[in-house]
């Protein structure tokens, strides 16, 4: 029943994320050439901004399971922690490329020190690439949830750590930032389609989450069965 | 009765997904010898190694002497007590020699007896000087196990020793007098709890607990033939960064393991040819500093070599820390950054000089936390502790920006 | 319309990236019930024949 619930919730926030690339592509307003450097390539934030706040949940997720494994040993919670890892993985690694093809073509570099969230993002995408891999690379048990719960939970000290340096960073180097960016205003249209984007992958991201929580459960019960056949046979 | 030297206190411990020890309490008293059987899996490892420190709990505490060492809340203190320590895995690392690492277990305890007569009773008298690499392997259980019980015959006090099979692999002869030295040190009123499945060992014991049930039955334990003879003298404990510094030299592992990135780093910046005159304060700062920033983020060799033969753990239970490189990375970076400047022909500063050193000392000691951060893991080496490095570039920015002000 | 072109392939290029990484992901979990499936079988079957 779950399965299919979070099946049903994937089917349906692709098919969101995919309607919304099909109107931010044909149907979205063009922005002006006096607000953007690159027009064109302003239409990235119709994939960046909903990426990035599926990175914002996943993240979310993984921060929630960690503290949960930690401090409450919950099995609910490390399954959260991996399909957090897991999500964020992905999530973040969308919103971190896609930030440099913006950058690349708005600010004429694709990577910008005093931007907070980018290097928030960074620094996160990185941790989840670590704890992926890693956890990938061991067997199931306390050692290898405690470490990697710890990297997840300690991990978002880098949220206010980024926030601090590239403050400090943008007081003394202003960014390369040529036009208004994505602080302009948005019209109605380029409202919808946003919200439209941010819906989808809302949607998409707990379908993914609560999938990958199940998959863990199966990987744990099929763990246990065939503990189960060593001793039978 | 007196405190006990050692209380397990209702302590649950897991191991991979299972739970191994399940609301366990013992006490190991002074002149008691406690013998753990039971079959493989049963737990013997896991309780010594608990009692040792090394494995958190899940539930409960453990108390050396009166004093709580560990417990589920994952608090840790040093032991009050000595304590003697021989795992399965030997504790010792190839580059030491044999007595020196005698000397060092000893030092632990703040006092020294003549190593020798002990080795030449095992038959190892003429392997004092050699490295531990070049013992077969029943010789360096010798060792190991060896080291496990000097502290306690130079020590003062009553102490803790804890032995995981230590006659494995051992000849008779060797097992013969290893039980000899166990009914002294009982004698002594050290306490000692040997995990093993040989009943030589078992016949040493005052009591046996059956690791499976916990069931314990008392028993009458062998008597010394002779007494303990050894004259104890003080002598300093020697610090894991003291002995991670002597490791480093011997061995020249920072040279492997930083020097040669630091080196390419330097080398590769030169072949941009004669730019520095054209850069701002911070790009030429950045450049100076690049070589001493690339040897800190390669990190911390000594991590890589204690775990041979499960030396870190050895370490983390008798010294509550593992070897490490102390201020050679401040060294290293001094060295570094005043061969980049050199390099650059440019007027060296003294102050970037300095800097570079500390670069490098904070960067090598924070990449070494983020390793040993693994350790409980089952395969350390197959995780990806360098994909965190470039956490460390916007600090290394700022510093940069500091110098520039 | 150049940079438009570009912008076709890469979000259709990223939409199949999704599509593969949701893909491999209801693949696993399906392989995965499959296998315990099997495990369980087998496990009955050798309970009931002793």
């Known amino acids: 029943m779950k399965q299919r619930v979070s099946e049903g919730l994937l089917f349906l926030g692709f098919t969101g994320i995919a309607s919304t690339l099909l109107l931010a592509l044909l149907w979205a307003p063009s922005v002006s050439l006096e607000a953007f450097e690159s027009p064109a390539a302003q239409r990235i934030f119709y994939w960046h901004v909903p990426a990035a706040w599926a990175a914002f949940i996943a993240f979310g997720a993984l921060f929630i399971g960690s503290a949960g494994w930690l401090f409450k040993r919950s099995e609910v919670m490390w399954r959260l922690h991996t399909a957090g890892a897991e999500a964020g993985l992905a999530t973040g690694l969308m919103t971190v490329w896609s930030g440099c093809v913006w950058g690349a073509a708005e600010w004429g570099t694709p990577w910008d020190w005093t931007d907070v969230r980018l290097n928030t993002f960074g ?32 991990g978002f000290v880098l949220v206010p750590l980024t926030y601090v340096a590239t403050r400090i960073w943008s007081i003394r180097h202003p960014g390369p930032v040529v036009g208004t960016g994505d602080e302009g205003s948005i019209n109605g249209d380029m409202g919808l389609v946003l919200l439209l984007g941010a819906l989808s992958f809302t949607v998409f991201i707990i379908g993914h989450i609560m999938n990958s929580m199940h998959v863990t459960s199966l990987e744990q019960r099929l763990e246990r069965l065939q503990a189960t056949m060593d001793k039978v046979i | 009765m007196a405190q006990p030297l050692l209380t397990a206190d209702g302590i649950e411990v897991r191991r991979g997904m299972n739970v191994v020890l399940k609301d366990v309490t013992l006490h190991l008293h002074s002149g008691e010898v406690l013998a753990l059987t039971g079959e493989n899996g049963a737990g013997k490892s896991t309780l010594l190694e608990t009692c040792a420190r090394l494995l958190p709990l899940e539930q409960g505490r453990i108390l050396h002497a009166d004093v709580v060492v560990a417990d589920h809340e994952g608090r840790r203190r040093a032991t009050p007590l000595v304590l003697g320590l021989a795992l399965q895995k030997n504790g010792m690392m190839g580059s030491e020699y044999v007595v020196e690492h005698l000397e060092t277990a ?52 009553p102490g803790l020793i804890l032995l995981d099979e230590p006659a494995a692999g051992m000849d008779d002869a060797s097992v013969s007098v290893l039980c000899e030295w166990i009914a002294q040190l009982r004698i002594l009123g050290h306490g000692v709890m040997i995990g093993t499945h040989d009943q030589r060992m078992s016949n040493c014991a005052t009591t046996h607990i059956d690791v499976s049930t916990f069931e314990t039955t008392a028993a009458t334990p062998n008597e010394p033939s002779s007494d303990p003879v050894a004259e104890a003298q003080p002598v300093k404990a020697t610090s894991p960064a003291s002995f991670g510094w002597k490791m480093q030299l011997r061995t020249l592992a920072w040279l492997n393991h930083n020097a040669v990135a630091s080196l390419l780093t330097l080398g590769v910046l030169l072949s941009f040819g004669d730019l520095l005159d054209g850069l701002e304060d911070l790009q030429r700062y950045g450049f100076l500093l690049a070589p001493a920033f690339a040897a800190g983020l390669c990190g911390e060799a000594m991590v890589q070599a204690s775990r041979e033969e499960r030396a870190n753990a050895w370490w983390r239970a008798v010294a509550d820390a593992n070897p490490h490189s102390g201020i050679l990375p401040l060294i290293l970076g001094c060295l570094l950054t005043l061969l980049s400047t050199l390099s650059f022909s440019v007027a060296v500063e003294a102050r970037i000089v300095v800097v570079g050193g500390l670069l490098t000392f904070v960067t090598w000691h924070i990449i070494r936390l983020l390793q040993e951060s693994t350790d409980r893991l089952a395969r350390p080496r197959a995780v990806f502790v360098g994909l965190l490095t470039p956490i460390l570039i916007l600090p290394y920015a700022l510093l940069l920006d500091l110098l520039t002000r | 319309m150049e940079g438009m072109s570009y912008l076709a392939i890469a979000y ?14 209801v693949q696993r979990s399906r392989r995965l019930s499959q296998r315990i499936e099997a495990l369980e079988g087998a496990i009955t079957g050798r309970f009931e024949s002793e």
């Open chain 3, 12 to 25: 259709f290029g990223m939409l199949v990236a999704i599509a593969l990484w949701t893909y491999t992901v």
């Open chain 1, 123 to 154: 620094l996160l995408t990185l941790l989840a690439v670590y704890l992926v891999l890693g956890r990938s690379s061991q067997p199931d048990g306390v050692e290898t949830r405690d470490t990697f719960a710890a990297f997840g939970l300690y």
């Open chain 2, 106 to 157: 000893m030092a632990m305890s703040g006092r020294r007896v003549d190593p020798l007569p002990f080795l030449a009773a095992l038959s190892l008298k003429h392997r004092a000087e050699d490295l531990v690499a070049h013992l077969s392997q029943g010789q360096a259980r010798k060792v190991a196990v060896l080291a496990a019980l000097l502290p306690a015959f130079a020590a003062k006090e």
